[in-house]
């Protein structure tokens, strides 16, 4: 499977459980966590595109992470009734990055099982 559709897989299930688990996110309706997940997923894929072959996938999952709050933390000028605090957004950037950088080892070791 890409790792664009991966993407689109994982974000909207991180944007669900940090929307779910973490006080400081708390987002009005279900399409406001469906259509922050998919942006998450298209702006982690481009950004995999620019960064993923240079740089190694710790580094790339640290900026998917803080590309992730920095979108967290603006949700509420995006979505009328959206609530995001600065310790929500870090918390839900920290969530992503994990997430990311699990996905990268997976799509990185699914290349190198390619080449073989």
Known sequence: MS???LKLLLCPGVVFLADA???????????QIIYTGIFLGILGALLDLLLLGLVESAFSAV????????FLYLLPY???FARVTIPG????????GV?????HRLVLAEERYKRR
């Open 3 to 5: 790792n664009f559709f």
């Open 21 to 31: 688990l973490l006080p400081g996110i708390d987002l009005a309706g279900s399409w």
């Open 63 to 70: 900026v998917d992470g803080v590309t992730g709050a920095l």
């Open 78 to 80: 995006v979505f009328p």
């Open 89 to 96: 957004a870090l918390l839900g950037g920290i969530l992503l």
């Open 99 to 103: 997430g990311e950088y699990l996905l």
